[in-house]
């Protein structure tokens, strides 16, 4: 049986940043498992790029974006040495009677949230279309996240930092046996002192006590070519930017065009009955053009697609908890499509928890 200090399961964002707060935190014997190889597709952390920003309905989630943006992700900027943001501005709109009102309310909070006018935003963000009767919020703290890079330079500091990368290894059962915990896995079993489990939806499975009930929902993205010139579909002059609007289905956002791929524009689609994985259905590219016609001011051609999944909550919160069968089993339910700017700060949480 293979003996650790620490196991932490799921090497999606929430499992990568715990597994480097574990190293920070001094473990010596950390191994990080996944069902599937590096870099795959069947979770919700692939993909180039996400969003961060501080606009936010709730003013808990707009210091938990201050968190993040002033500590965590500097902490792993330098740490992996490189950079894995970039600025731009951050546009955030909708009908103030709707749910963006509360946004609006939350924007309160704090300085870094600013509202303009729509003849402002119109005269900032020619290639994005506003609705007349919608409120508008610039986030002065938002930026591009390099997903891609983030993931990859994550794993590259684990293998560097004697961090023991299990992939293609599921994990099936989690004992608690006296001051060990044994994870049955489909590569044998695994001895540890800690685990922190960042499964998504298996978290459910492996430890039901660690979260509220979850479900998944499949999203859909499209990469845009616009007709405008390349200088305005960039970073720094093109925002993250999103629209909510009336139901919470109706939550349309988008990013710059980045390193060769088009602006992405895609629904967060957080309601609806769960959609189990496995096979990804059709891509509904119609939908996707019928979004780039209603938020782009200009023409604009479909030039590729992703899918992806939503681990949903049905709070949409993000819950680290500690399981009353051992203080030393820590679980992350962080998802619900917006947990990824909050990795960082997550699975600092996650990692000073346990106690070691
Ligand atoms: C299209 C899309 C756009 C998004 N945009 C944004 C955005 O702009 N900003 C933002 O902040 N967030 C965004 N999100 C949300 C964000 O990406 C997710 O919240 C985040 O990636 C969740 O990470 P995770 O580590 O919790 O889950 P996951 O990435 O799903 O990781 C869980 C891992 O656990 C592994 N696993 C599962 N079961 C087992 C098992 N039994 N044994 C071993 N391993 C197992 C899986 O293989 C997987 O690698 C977006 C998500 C999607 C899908």
């Not at 616009?226 to 609007?245: K, L, N, S, Y």
Request: hydrophobic letters at 45%; charged letters at 20%.
């Amino acid at each position: 049986m293979t003996d650790y200090d620490a196991v932490v399961l799921g090497a999606g964002i929430h499992g990568l940043c715990a597994a480097f707060w574990l190293k920070q935190r001094g473990v010596a014997r950390v191994a990080l498992l996944d069902r599937f190889g590096a870099a795959h597709e069947s979770g919700s952390s692939h993909g180039a790029l996400r969003i961060t920003r501080s606009s936010y309905h709730e003013p808990a989630l707009v210091r938990l974006a201050q968190e993040a943006h002033a500590e965590a992700w500097p902490a792993l900027e330098q740490a992996l040495g490189t950079s894995l943001r970039i600025r731009t501005p951050g546009v955030f709109f909708g009908p103030p009677e709707g749910p963006f009102g509360a946004y609006l309310r939350a924007a309160k909070t704090t300085e870094v949230l600013q509202q303009i006018t729509i003849a402002d935003a119109r005269r900032h963000f020619p290639l994005l279309r506003f609705d007349d009767r919608d409120a508008v919020l610039l986030d002065h703290t938002a930026a591009m996240v390099l997903a891609g890079k983030t993931m990859a330079g994550l794993r590259e500091w684990l293998c560097a930092n004697h961090t023991d990368l299990h992939w293609h290894c599921a994990a099936e059962r989690i004992d608690v046996g006296g001051d060990r915990l044994t994870i049955a896995t489909s590569n044998g079993p695994f001895s540890c002192r800690s685990a922190i489990v960042a499964t998504g939806l298996d978290l459910a499975r492996l430890a039901p006590e660690l979260t509220p009930p979850l479900h998944v929902l499949r999203q859909q993205v499209g990469y845009f070519d616009v007709a405008a010139a390349a200088e305005q579909q960039t970073a720094g002059t093109f925002p993250v930017w999103a629209r909510i609007g009336r139901t919470a289905n109706d939550f349309q956002y988008g990013l710059p065009a980045h390193e060769g791929q088009g602006i992405k524009l895609a629904q967060h689609r957080t309601e609806g009955a769960c959609e189990a994985a496995g096979d990804a259905p059709p891509i509904d590219r119609e939908a996707l053009l019928q979004l780039a016609r209603e938020r782009l001011a200009v023409p604009a051609s479909l030039t590729s697609t992703e899918s992806c999944l939503y681990t949903m909550s049905p709070d949409h919160g993000l819950h680290v908890r500690t399981s009353p069968r051992s203080a030393h089993l820590v679980g992350i339910a962080a998802c619900s499509g917006h947990g990824f700017k909050f990795g960082p700060v997550i699975g600092r949480r996650a990692a000073m928890l346990l106690p070691l």
